[in-house]
């Protein structure tokens, strides 16, 4: 009974293209993060969204895009994919009030 | 930009021995959390300090909360090789992770047999 989960797993592209990555949770959160782990396993803070508000890491290029349908949703959509983001990318979820945050399973995103 | 300075980077123990992981800032945070993560997994959630000087047990694991709220540790007795794995310790500004946590750098902790 899987508590967050992204699609694909693995996701292989070429330099130009545009891609998404979707993420689902059933844990009946109301917030949802996108995260960055580089090669060398640092995460960083992309997005965090809940249906009142947007926060953007400022850092991120505006190539990124978070996209929610509903509460339970948060998709990412990527334009223009350049080699610097193959990286592993994880969504997140949690109740906004709460500190905990669950973690799914990671899309490695590879650029070629 | 609050940072979040976590040593060691790398340990390798032998099995049964003691070790300390450091979370160390400049800045205070509203809680700090631990997470360990395996190869090709999500990072998973071991505990949650909020109060200052508080302290956390977890089976062998012990983690504690600096009074400051600007630090933490997390030490673990009689390591064990499945208690090898990414160690992160991630800190939450406000009072709920809304804007996202930030994260240290990682320990990699091996425990040899």
């Known amino acids: 009974d899987t508590a967050v989960s992204q699609t694909p797993k693995y996701l292989v592209t070429q330099m130009g293209n545009d891609k998404s990555i979707k993420c689902e949770q059933n844990?009946?959160?109301?917030?949802m993060y996108w995260y960055k782990q580089d090669s060398k396993k640092f995460l960083k803070i992309m997005f965090s969204?809940?249906?009142?508000?947007?926060?953007i890491n400022e850092t991120v290029p505006n190539r990124f895009s978070p996209k929610s349908p509903d509460k339970a949703h948060l998709n990412l959509h990527i334009n223009s994919l350049e080699l610097g983001d193959s990286a592993v990318y994880f969504c997140a979820s949690s109740q906004t009030w709460a500190y905990e945050q669950y973690f799914g399973p990671g899309t490695r995103l590879t650029v070629t | 930009t609050q940072l979040l300075e976590q040593s060691p980077q790398f340990l390798s123990i032998q099995e049964g021995e003691n070790l300390t992981v450091y979370c160390n800032s400049s800045?205070?945070?509203?809680?700090l959390q631990w997470y360990r993560q395996e190869p090709g997994e999500g990072p998973v959630l071991l505990v949650t300090?909020?109060?200052?000087?508080e302290v956390k047990k977890l089976k062998r694991l012990t983690f504690q909360f600096g009074d400051a709220r600007k630090d933490s540790s997390l030490h673990i007795t009689a390591a064990q090789p499945g208690d090898t794995g990414l160690y992160l310790c991630?800190?939450?500004?406000?009072?709920?992770?809304?804007?996202?946590?930030?994260f240290g750098k990682g320990t990699h902790l091996i425990i040899q047999p």
């Open positions: 300090v909020v109060t200052g000087g």
């Open positions: 844990l009946g959160h109301d917030t």
């Open positions: 800045s205070v945070f509203s809680s």
């Open positions: 969204y809940n249906n009142k508000e947007l926060i």
């Open positions: 991630a800190g939450a500004r406000t009072g709920g992770g809304a804007d996202g946590l930030t």
